[in-house]
């Protein structure tokens, strides 16, 4: 079936670059989401990439995608305070609105 | 402003009782869909409804049922809530030309059962 697994934590310093990475096993997947989740709110969409594409820089986010090894990676640059939160990717199934999520990673930001 | 609004934020309730999660968007939005999320394990997908009266069942649909009537507005219903319900449940609403980005949340109702 299909399957979405992130590492549950990352901490990192203010200034430096995170990256979080997912894997994902169904290679049916049209899109791929980065969502955000801040302490006691819903989830906001970051990013998302298409499964045809390599890469996709927005402002301080890149998100690079390795359809070949099934795994996808979210690079914060500049990492702030205000970027701790909870991650979560997520994929597309084809021909479904359908997403299964992973399970989240969990950015803190120290200073 | 895109909105998807959720009855409640926080709800407890005893075992036993019936709950009504209620989660309604003014998007027009064809695809509603309800998660609950625990530490750990992600969001998982409890049931769906692409249109009016019509539903689906995603991977953990025990002990829920839901209730679509109008387009705007989704249910989520735990006929018999148990502590293992207690979770924080999701909504979403997906729609538009281009369905596969354009996804919103509610912010979420945090539902304790004792």
């Known amino acids: 079936g299909e399957d979405v697994e992130q590492s549950l934590f990352l901490s990192v310093r203010e200034g430096d670059s995170s990256v979080i990475n997912c894997t994902y096993t169904?290679?049916?997947?049209?899109?791929l989401y980065w969502y955000k989740q801040e302490p006691g709110a819903g989830l906001q969409l970051l990013t998302y990439?298409?499964?045809?594409?390599d890469m996709k820089q927005d402002q301080r986010l890149t998100v690079l995608l390795n359809k070949k090894d099934k795994h996808l990676s979210l690079r914060i640059a500049d990492t702030q305070t205000g970027d701790s939160a909870i991650y979560f990717c997520a994929e597309s199934l084809y021909n479904t609105d359908k997403l299964i999520f992973g399970t989240g990673t969990r950015l803190q930001v120290f200073p | 402003d895109v909105k998807v609004t959720q009855s409640s934020r926080y709800l407890v309730k005893r075992t036993g009782e019936k709950v009504f999660l209620e989660c309604v968007q003014d998007m027009d939005h064809e695809n509603m869909f309800w998660y609950r999320q625990d530490p750990g394990l992600g969001l998982r997908l409890i049931y769906f409804s692409y249109d009016v009266k019509m539903k689906e069942k995603g991977d953990i649909p025990e002990g829920y049922s839901v209730s679509r009537e109008k387009k705007e507005r989704f249910s989520l219903i735990l006929e018999s809530a148990s502590t293992n319900q207690t979770s924080m449940y999701l909504c979403?609403?997906?729609?538009?030309?281009?369905?596969?980005?354009?996804?919103?949340f509610g912010p979420g109702t945090r539902l304790t059962v004792t």
């Open positions: 990439i298409f499964s045809n594409m």
């Open positions: 169904d290679s049916s997947s049209t899109y």
């Open positions: 979403a609403s997906i729609g538009g030309e281009d369905s596969s980005y354009e996804q919103y």
